[in-house]
């Protein structure tokens, strides 16, 4: 008789936001009149720009013909889009990456989840709380965090950096030495920010007891300040103990197009086994690359004409964190992030929990927002809303919360 | 100090087609002037049928547009294409399928990697021999495998069911029994399929002995003969017992295109704990839904135009696949495979091994295969040619081996 992977059975609840679809699912059920505002996931809602659309429309045409229709893509992307990447996230800003130690994917969702695989089970993973909730899932799938504790709603075998208020939500470093550390500047949830020192800081850390660096990147796009680095590859020493996650979900509006990319430099290795060769297994064997038009279309993201028409979709973005931001405030709310990623994290009021002001919110204001508590116990008392929604919406939603 | 997953070292050499692909490439770097027809990997050449080239369109369109744009998809795949899936490929087959019970992904190559993870890695495999490389090299990296015997090359844990003339290529129930048996048919690489009363024997085991199947049926829609099942779910009994893999690369030429779903009917439990779940929640969890775009691309699929369309397309395959066979046979060739599926399976002439072949076939007619033994050692001495190319291509590469 055939057993299951048991890990799955420890897992509390359901994803997040599938937990928060079904809320408000419930809630639009028993009030249809009432209309509600979703600023709770984050997902895009502006339309693709045109040079993408364009780009996409030339490789739909390309597959229709028999000269230029085109298989199964090389394992780990076209050097087309590879080599945009290297040039324009890397190059262009002084990090030392090459095209071929870029991988291309469906998004950094399934990268961040996948590449756990390639480390033993016995590892002992770190993570921000609040943090990103498909690192700690994806690692007890995988059996590597113990036994999980309802009481503190904490794993035994997970260190947690908590990011709060206290320390500016940023992570110190942890009293027990990790072997994987999950960071991810711009925050996702707390729209924080490191500086490249900061950051350094945590390079050498990873160097000096061999840790390896999991660094989501995949809201850089956001970034306004000057010290704040653009990837992990901008400070020095990271070749040798960072892998980087990206996606072209935030940057170019992709959530529904799916593509990112994982660099892993050859120099990053466990004795003389090459993690960038490990992936590279993994990337040949359980993976059959991104669809050509959508590699097309991230192509065209490095183009002239798609680099002005994103800056201008960033900034409509942006000119959302700021009302949220100055709209909560305003109503006397706490609150952080929004200068460098669009996510707004708010303190609940009058001691709230995180989930009574997600109903609170949503009974009030129809307003959905995505309660701290579901990023972990730090998060607990803090709220995220997101600057994804239209510019309408959004101005709308801070009228409601103000009237509340 | 961090850990690698020490299973990935155990992994002979790289996967299959890569170790081709370059084998290739260093053959034409070394003689530049010959011509290569490449009837190795699995990959289709004839473009895009125009129904799905118009639904494409029609979905850039649709992401260009605020009104239409769309972002995340749901979890499991848009109802439009499960409500597809499930009239198309189930209802009018009279299997039982809901569209609830069809996850759509980016591919059966993810999938049937992906899908042993919900499993514990104490359970027994049971694997065809021959078989297609990513079941045994998944189960590998995930530590199921045991020891691996060069002499042998086979895998301590892996129960073998070895397939070849003497048995018409199909397995016979395994001696030892296992938890997870792989199935394929139309099978990969020997293209032998199997009645629906052969398949329902497997069927009635899996039930008895407590197995899960997992059936790839990527190449049904080559089926040609009338008592062969286009799905597992044609047999009574196999929703308690049997996952099922479906591709779109084959039936609509979708391999650079990326469209797949699996199976998991909601009567598939382990105790009380039903498969459907923990794979939905690995999908939530590890997965963002294959792009609107190529959702849409899959619709297309079942519209009337697009059966139409593809219905000629599967044909020209199958007329390669005919000329393959009859012109391997005039050659002398003993051969099977190639009526119900894309695959031509030979014996390889004068006790060569297969890569002594493959050798002899590149050097000689300037024909790229694929060596039966990467596919399992019960390969050795076999060798695998694919309807996939052109009709010209292939007409060519047949007069070329009738001329060695």
Known sequence: MYKINENYLKLPGSYLFSTIGKKVTAYTAAHPEKSIIRLGIGDVTQPLAPAIIEAMHSAVDEMGSAETFRGYAPDLGYEFLRNAIAEGDYRLRGADIKADEIFVSDGAKCDSGNIQEIFSTDNR?????????????????????????????????????????ENGFAPELPKETPDLIYLCFPNNPTGSAVTKAQLQIWVDYANRTGAVIIYDAAYEAYISEENVPHTIYE??????????????????GFTGVRLGYTVIPKDLKCGDISLHALWARRHGTKYNGAPYIIQRAGEAVYSDAGKAQLKKQIAYYMKNAKTIREGLETAGYTVSGGVNAPYIWLKTPENMTSWEFFDYLLERAGVVGTPGSGFGPSGEGYFRLTAFGSYENTLAALERIKQI
């Open 125 to 165: 993973i770190a993570v921000c709380d609040p943090v990103y909730p498909v690192y700690v899932d994806t690692n007890v799938m995988a059996g590597r965090t113990g036994t999980y504790d309802p009481a503190t709603e904490m794993w035994s075998d997970i260190i947690y950096m908590p990011c709060l208020a």
């Open 235 to 252: 400070c020095e020493g990271a070749r040798s103990c960072a892998i980087e996650l990206k996606s072209f979900s935030k940057n170019a």
